[in-house]
């Protein structure tokens, strides 16, 4: 058996890791969804619950994948008691990365393809119904989309081919670094706007108003979904990174790292849309329709929008990318845990799979548009087995896997959870009590509210 790769530094890690979380979610939905439920105080809940929902289990994914050195494949059956049947998760987590995988890349694909158009120029001198329209264009051409689908998953492949310190760790920090600093440099413009400070109260200050309006139970139902949805949490895309570090820090505070980081892109998103949209008047609409629409209006306004445009997509693709990295990084390093394969066995094999799995998003949105279930088409269809299945489920497992003892046990995961230096996991009796009985009680409510509101 070869050696485990390690990652060559503590910013790495903490870069990718923050990468596998940040994604489209942070970007269109965490600023459409805040300005849905009342801004400022909507923020605040979602960071409350950020931390007692969501940083527990992350702290758990890590102390999983780093005490067994193994991606989900194997990382349950090293652990878990003999004679257990924990290590069935594994079917459904790695199941649930290629489900991610299958219309994620289609969006990222959107993303790529929106750079390339603003950089082109296609919507210089566009009004309004033509921008519309270019998005329209896009989303009903079937073999446009393919292509853009195939290119993003094929850079994705080719950084995980080069292995995980030349390949995966080098670029995805680069990007990371890049992406922090073109968001920067779009905040400042945005907020040098006229009228920019409109926009920033409606973001930031708390209005209880609009909270009441939305139903104070609907946001803090929509603050909890959106801080357990946005850390990627469930299906082991983040334990295989815990499987790459050493022992040197504690895991709560790498854990803190990440999320914050993760929270900052979400935070900072919200600062160039509002502003950006109060300067020209623009409602800021909500979901797809905020980045495609919305925005590219907003360039077109700007002096020098074209240049602003650029960078904003340029963002968009690496915030999809490092996502998109991520996972397959995952789904690649199971398949060689599980059968031993070599690097480059487990990235064509997978590659192939994964391009032809990304197929049906793209045809039910063309050829296959009239297929729906429940009022789904195929990509809210996989959107909602990911999110709102097997994302807290499988948290729920990794959180009785870690406190009880029937799985891998409280001081266990303590154990490991607190190994080298830095901020220690509390481990009195309060707290371990509300992770064993109150957590997944929240955890269930909101796997259970997913579908009354599909129903209604």
């Not at 890049?178 to 708390?206: C, D, H, Q, W």
């Not at 297929?371 to 909602?384: R, S």
Request: proline share 3%.
């Amino acid at each position: 058996m070869e050696k485990r790769e390690k990652f060559s530094s503590r910013l790495g890690f903490i870069l990718i890791s923050a990468g596998c979380a940040i994604g489209l979610g942070n970007v269109w939905r965490f600023p459409y969804i805040t300005g849905q439920y009342g801004g400022g105080a909507f923020v605040l809940i979602y960071l409350f619950f950020l931390f007692v929902l969501g940083l527990p289990i992350v702290i758990m994914e890590f102390a999983v994948g780093r005490a067994s050195q193994k991606s989900v494949a194997l990382s349950y059956e090293v652990l878990e008691p003999k004679g257990t049947k924990w290590h069935i998760h594994k079917y459904f987590a790695i199941a649930g990365n290629f489900l991610l995988m299958m219309f994620y890349t289609t969006v990222g694909g959107w993303m790529l393809a929106y750079f390339f158009k603003m950089v082109k120029g296609e919507f210089v001198g566009a009004n309004a119904e033509d921008i519309s329209n270019i998005f329209g264009t896009l989303t009903s051409n079937r073999n446009e989309m393919i292509f853009w689908m195939v290119l993003i998953s094929l850079l994705g492949l080719a950084v995980c081919s080069l292995g995980l310190e030349k390949g995966v760790e080098k670029i995805t920090k680069a990007m990371m670094v890049s992406l922090f600093f073109i968001m920067i440099v779009l905040v400042v413009r945005s907020l040098t706007l006229p009228n920019a400070m409109e926009g920033l109260e409606f973001y930031l200050k708390p209005d209880l108003s609009k909270m009441k309006e939305a139903g104070i139970g609907t946001t803090v139902f929509a603050a909890m979904g959106q801080s357990f949805f946005t850390l990627s949490i469930g299906i082991g895309a983040l334990a295989i990174f815990g499987s790459y570090i050493g022992k040197e820090r504690a895991l709560t505070g790498e854990a803190i790292s990440v999320t914050l980081l993760d929270t900052s892109v979400a935070i900072m998103a919200g600062l160039i849309i509002f502003p950006a949209c109060f300067a020209f008047g623009i409602n800021p609409g909500e979901g797809p329709g905020l980045v495609f629409v919305t925005l590219p209006n907003v360039f077109n306004e700007m002096a020098g929008g074209r240049i602003w445009g650029s960078l904003f997509f340029l963002f968009m693709t690496f915030a999809a990318l490092s996502t998109v990295i991520a996972v397959f990084q995952n789904i690649i390093t199971c398949t060689r845990d599980l059968w031993g394969w070599s690097l480059k066995k487990a990235t064509w094999l997978n590659g192939i799979l994964l391009i032809i799995l990304g197929l049906p998003c793209v045809l039910g949105m063309t050829d296959w548009a009239g297929f729906q279930i429940g009022g789904k088409n195929i990509m809210d269809l996989e959107d909602f087995l990911v999110s709102n299945n097997l994302l807290p489920l499988g948290s729920v497992v990794y959180l009785l896997f870690c406190v009880t003892r029937y799985g891998w046990g409280w001081d266990n995961f303590l154990k490991e959870a607190n190994t080298g230096e830095g901020i220690k996991f509390p481990g009195g009796k309060a707290f371990k009590f509300y992770l064993t009985y109150i957590l997944p009680l929240i955890v269930l409510f909101i796997f259970v509210q997913g579908y009354i509101t599909m129903i209604k």
